[in-house]
C-alpha cells in the first residue's frame, strides 16, 4: 500500500461517524443525477412533447440553484443536520411523487422542489463536514467529499439503467428506489449527525446568532473568487457540451470524445485523492491558481485542428488541473468563511458553481455557432484570465479554535 493510499484510509477511519455519514450522503445525495438523465425519456414516455419535457429538466435546474442559496440560509437558521434532513426526506418525496400527477404545471413544480430539495444538502453538507474536520484536513475531506460526488455521478445512470431494465423498461422501480435510498440516509443523518444544539458555540462567534448572505456580498474578495469560478466553471461545462458538436462537425470518430470523457472519469476517481495527500500542504493560491491555469492550457489545446492526439492530449491538461485544484476550489470558502457565516459562504459557492454549468452549455453553443472550431480560443482567453484573477483574490485562511461541535478530531 503506497503512503498516500495509507493517508486516506487512516483519515478515514480516523474520521467520527458524523463524518462518515456525511460522506456516504454526498454519495446518495448525488445518485438524485439519475434525473437528469431520466426525466426527459420519463415525460415523453407519459405523452408530453420533447420541449415540455426540455422545459421541466430546465426546471429542475432552476429549483437547484434556488435550493443551494437556502440550504445555506436554513442550515445557519434550522442547524445543519435539521436541513440535511429536509432536505433529502423532500428530495424523497418528491422522486416518488413524480410518478403519480398527471397535469403537467403540478409536475412541473415537482421537478422544480425535487431539484430545490435535493440542492439543499450540499451547503448544508459541506459546512458541517468543515465544521467537523480540523483545519489540516479540510482539503483531504473535501477531496474525500468530491470522490463521493464523482463516484455518485458514475454510478446514477448505471443504478438507473439497471432498476429502469430491471422492471422492463418501466419507471416505477427507479423513481420508487432513488426515493428510498434517499429517505433512508435521511432516517441516518437523523441519529448520527449532531443536533442544533451542539451547533451553536461556532454560530455564536463574533455575538451573533448566525449571518447572512449579506456577509458574502460584503467580502469582496471572496466575490472576486466566485467570479473566477463562475467563469472557470464555465469553461469546465464545455467538454460535456460543446467539444462534442464541434467533434461531429470537424469529421472526427465520436469515439475519441467517449475516449476523453473515460480518462476525465478514470483520473479525477483513481489519482485525486492520492494527488491531494500531496497538495493538501500547499498554498490555496498556488493550487487553484495551477488547476485554473491548467484548464486553460487544456481548451487551448483543443484550438488546434481537431483530431484524437488534440481530445485526448487536451482532456489530460485539463484533468490534470483538476485533481490539482479541485478539493482546494472546493474547501477554500469553508476556510475562509467566519464560523457565524459559513453555511452561506459555502451556499454561495455552490451556487455560482450551479449557475456556471447551467449557463456553459449556452455560452459555448452560441460561440460555437458564431466561431465555429475558433470556439476555443476566446473560452481559453477567459480561462486564463479567471486564473490571474483568482490569485489575486485568495487570501491565506486563518486558523481557527479547535472545532467546538464534538471535542473530536479526524
Known amino acids: 500500500m503506497s503512503a498516500g493510499t495509507g493517508s486516506v484510509l487512516a483519515t478515514w477511519r480516523e474520521s467520527p461517524l458524523a463524518v462518515k455519514t456525511l460522506l456516504a450522503g454526498i454519495f446518495v445525495n448525488r445518485l438524485s443525477g439519475f434525473l437528469n438523465i431520466f426525466l426527459v425519456l420519463y415525460l415523453t414516455t407519459l405523452g408530453y412533447s420533447p420541449d415540455a419535457a426540455a422545459f421541466a429538466l430546465g426546471a429542475y435546474g432552476a429549483g437547484a440553484m434556488v435550493g443551494t442559496l437556502l440550504g445555506g440560509s436554513l442550515a445557519a437558521r434550522l442547524g445543519t443536520r435539521n436541513t440535511v434532513v429536509i432536505g433529502m426526506a423532500g428530495s424523497s418525496v418528491m422522486i416518488a411523487s413524480l410518478l403519480y400527477l398527471n397535469s403537467y404545471g403540478v409536475l412541473l413544480a415537482a421537478v422544480a422542489l425535487a431539484g430545490l430539495t435535493a440542492q439543499m444538502f450540499r451547503p448544508a453538507s459541506a459546512t458541517l463536514l468543515s465544521q467537523l474536520t480540523p483545519d489540516d484536513r479540510q482539503v483531504m475531506v473535501f477531496a474525500m467529499s468530491r470522490f463521493g460526488i464523482n463516484l455518485g455521478a458514475t454510478a446514477a445512470p448505471l443504478i438507473g439503467f439497471g432498476l429502469y431494465n430491471l422492471q422492463r423498461q418501466q419507471y416505477d422501480l427507479l423513481f420508487w428506489g432513488e426515493a428510498l435510498i434517499a429517505l433512508v440516509f435521511a432516517a441516518v443523518a437523523l441519529f448520527t449527525l449532531p443536533g442544533r444544539a451542539a451547533e451553536r458555540p461556532a454560530a455564536d462567534e463574533g455575538g451573533e446568532a448566525s449571518g447572512s448572505y449579506l456577509d458574502v456580498l460584503r467580502d469582496r474578495r471572496y466575490l472576486v473568487y466566485l467570479i473566477s469560478t463562475l467563469v472557470h466553471t464555465v469553461v469546465y461545462g464545455q467538454y460535456l457540451s460543446t467539444l462534442p458538436l464541434d467533434v461531429k462537425a470537424s469529421g472526427v470518430d465520436i469515439v475519441w470524445y467517449t475516449v476523453a470523457v473515460s480518462l476525465n472519469g478514470f483520473i479525477v476517481i483513481a489519482f485525486e485523492l492520492l494527488t491531494t495527500k500531496v497538495t493538501q500542504s500547499w498554498p490555496m493560491r498556488v493550487t487553484i491558481g495551477i488547476s485554473f491555469a491548467l484548464m486553460g492550457a487544456g481548451i487551448a489545446v483543443y484550438a488546434l485542428p481537431?483530431?484524437?492526439?488534440?481530445?485526448?492530449?487536451?482532456?489530460?491538461?485539463?484533468?490534470?488541473?483538476?485533481?490539482?485544484?479541485?478539493?482546494?476550489?472546493?474547501a477554500y470558502p469553508a476556510l475562509i468563511a467566519p464560523a457565524r457565516a459559513k453555511s452561506h459562504y459555502l451556499g454561495g459557492?455552490?451556487?455560482?458553481?450551479?449557475?456556471?454549468s447551467a449557463i456553459g452549455p449556452v455560452v459555448g453553443g452560441?460561440?460555437?455557432?458564431?466561431l465555429g472550431h475558433g470556439v476555443w480560443i476566446p473560452l481559453a482567453i477567459v480561462s486564463v484570465a479567471a486564473s490571474l484573477v483568482v490569485v489575486t483574490a485568495i487570501r491565506r485562511p486563518q486558523p481557527t479554535p479547535e472545532n467546538a461541535l464534538t471535542g473530536q478530531t479526524t
Open 349 to 356: 459557492f455552490h451556487f455560482v458553481f450551479g449557475l456556471g
Open 306 to 330: 481537431m483530431g484524437p492526439a488534440v481530445i485526448v492530449i487536451g482532456t489530460l491538461v485539463w484533468s490534470v488541473g483538476e485533481i490539482i485544484g479541485g478539493p482546494a476550489i472546493f
Open 366 to 370: 452560441w460561440l460555437l455557432v458564431k
